[in-house]
């Protein structure tokens, strides 16, 4: 049975962010995910957190490839993503562990082919101050 979510990770030298990135998404209340990192090249850690994480948690399914830049490695993943859904993180963020179950059931509840995240959360990591701010756009269909 296909996944609900295929997550898609593309990954260019962020091993000082990537662990985060990777716990936010194994600790998704939707489990019935699939999480697609795409190794782009990187020249640090990167690849081995990577082979650590995929080792460790079977839902990890990663690709490795030269350098191409984040459109290719997002094509590569698209390629390989059996969900329903797909969707897109970058690796030097996290989300919240209701992230994309919220997605996912609003996108089902009203049929929706695509569904979009207008609203961000910062965090400084040194200072820890949370700041917020709107991006994006809405339209009659945004989901609630």
Not at 71 to 78: F, L, S, T, Y
Not at 79 to 89: D, L, N, P, V
Not at 109 to 122: E, K, P, Q, S, Y
């Amino acid at each position: 049975m296909a996944p609900k979510v295929s997550i898609i990770v593309p990954v260019f030298n962020m091993q000082s962010y990537l662990a985060k990135c990777l716990d936010s998404l194994i600790a998704q209340t939707l489990t019935d995910i699939e999480i697609i990192a795409v190794n782009d090249g990187s020249t640090d850690n990167s690849s081995a957190i990577l082979s650590e994480y995929a080792a460790r948690e079977r839902r990890i399914v990663v690709i490795d490839q030269e350098n191409c830049g984040q459109g290719h490695a997002r094509n590569r993943a698209i390629e390989a993503a059996s969900g329903e859904y797909i969707g897109f993180i970058d690796p030097d963020d996290f989300v919240s562990a209701d992230y994309f179950e919220a997605l996912y059931l609003g996108a089902k509840r009203i049929d929706a082919d695509i569904c979009a995240t207008c609203g961000v959360i910062t965090v400084d990591e040194i200072s820890g101050k949370i700041g917020s701010f709107e991006v994006g756009f809405r339209s009659r269909g945004t989901i609630k």
